[in-house]
């Protein structure tokens, strides 16, 4: 890893030549996206946070359809949180979504809907870490700061051999220090996104393409034989599995749903009622005593309708789902938070993954009698 003392001498000795060539490749090689094109502050604010752990061609009908609903930030402000959630739908991480709403809501109140070109301000911003912030103050205010994601921190990595974990912190800050050392003057929303487009196209986390590469020449991890080695990251804990049983539970011709808590895992989604499995409990059991501590009541187990597999970053959901009825005499009243719906409703609320895959094996087996 270059020293402070070395960042100067780094930028001094080869930032022309880098730059240059970048800025020049990428006038010609750059992405057609949407977000691309406006220098609206917020449009680019929405897409770098559905961006994160997603796949562009996964993003950009999400940003499309969200740019419909929500065009401006005063859209998105006085919008139902569940509206938000659903828009979000299949995008997970759906904290990203709550945090976006609060502090578009701030953005409004505080400044007239205007997002800020200040770093302090922006960076003050609920869900607005240091990546997004640059993203935004250098893309859509052409402010000279870095905007360091995975792809431009492998590229660098390899551009100057850096050998440290760049999952820490530290090797982050520094990786973003020697980036904003090569912001050329009034480029810095091409520069950044010729970097963003580089790791993404050229520079790939497997099989490279050094040959088209063009910075190839002050590479120094192709001059060493060590692009296959770098970057260096720590593999993260492999995620925890855990058996989770839920129920399809019926009553004339209703399903239960029930909201999640406003905290935590899959906060503020609907979605069929049970929990995780305790191991000592074989799965009807566990479902059984699932819904008494919730609700109270009886069930009459029918039959199984479907396992769903879904991983997580930390947990692996090993799903089992039964088809159910209350018990003659029991009943769950309505609430905020529980709901009997019509299968055909199911589609007007924001459920995960892996509970929209119930809703869908409910739908099957409605056709199939």
């Known amino acids: ?11 001094d000795e080869r930032a022309g030549a880098i730059a240059g060539n970048l800025l020049a490749w990428y ?121 360091v994601d995975g792809n431009v921190m492998r590229v660098f990595a390899r551009l100057f051999a850096i050998a440290d974990d760049i999952g820490r912190p530290a090797t982050r800050r520094a990786i973003e220090a020697l980036v904003e050392s090569f912001i050329p003057e009034g480029h810095a929303s091409a520069f950044n ?5 580089l790791g993404a196209m050229v520079c ?10 063009p910075v190839r020449e002050q590479c120094q991890a192709l001059e060493t034989g060590r692009v296959g080695e770098l970057p260096v990251k720590e593999k993260a ?7 989770m049983v ?16 406003p905290e935590g895992l899959l906060a503020g989604l609907w979605g069929f009622p049970g929990r995780e499995r305790p191991v000592d409990l074989p799965w009807e059991r566990a479902l059984h005593a699932s819904i008494w501590e919730q609700y109270g009541v ?13 991983v997580f970053s930390h947990l692996i959901w090993n799903l089992r789902c039964y088809t159910a009825r209350l018990a003659p005499g029991q009943a769950i009243a309505e609430s905020e938070t529980v709901r009997w719906v019509r299968p055909q409703e199911l589609a007007q609320y924001a459920l995960p993954t892996a ?15």
């Open 246 to 261: 839920a129920a399809a539970l019926w009553h004339d011709g209703r399903l239960l749903i029930a909201r999640r808590p």
């Open 27 to 147: 006038a010609t090689n750059q992405r057609d996206l949407p977000w691309r094109r406006s220098r609206d502050p917020y449009r680019i604010w929405v897409s770098e946070v559905m961006l994160q752990q997603t796949r562009v061609e996964t993003v950009m009908p999400y940003y499309e359809r969200w740019m419909a609903q929500f065009p401006t930030p005063q859209a998105l402000a006085e919008a139902p949180e569940e509206q938000v959630l659903k828009a979000w739908e299949g995008l997970g991480y759906y904290s990203r979504a709550r945090n976006l709403q609060q502090a578009v809501q701030e953005v409004v109140a505080t400044y007239d809907g205007k997002v800020p070109n200040d770093p302090a301000a922006i960076a003050s911003l609920k869900g607005v870490g240091p990546y997004t912030a640059g993203a935004i103050l250098s893309i859509a205010y052409n402010r000279p700061v870095a905007a």
């Open 204 to 213: 790939t986390p497997r099989s490279p393409k050094c040959l088209l590469c």
């Open 298 to 310: 009886e069930i009459e187990v029918e039959a199984h309708l479907v396992d769903v597999k879904h």
């Open 237 to 243: 804990k492999a995620p925890r599995p855990v058996d």
């Open 355 to 369: 509970h929209q895959k119930i809703a869908a094996a409910v739908g099957m087996q409605a056709v199939n009698g």
């Open 1 to 11: 890893m270059p020293k402070p003392s070395q960042l100067t001498y780094y930028a």
């Open 193 to 197: 996104q010729a970097l963003m487009d």
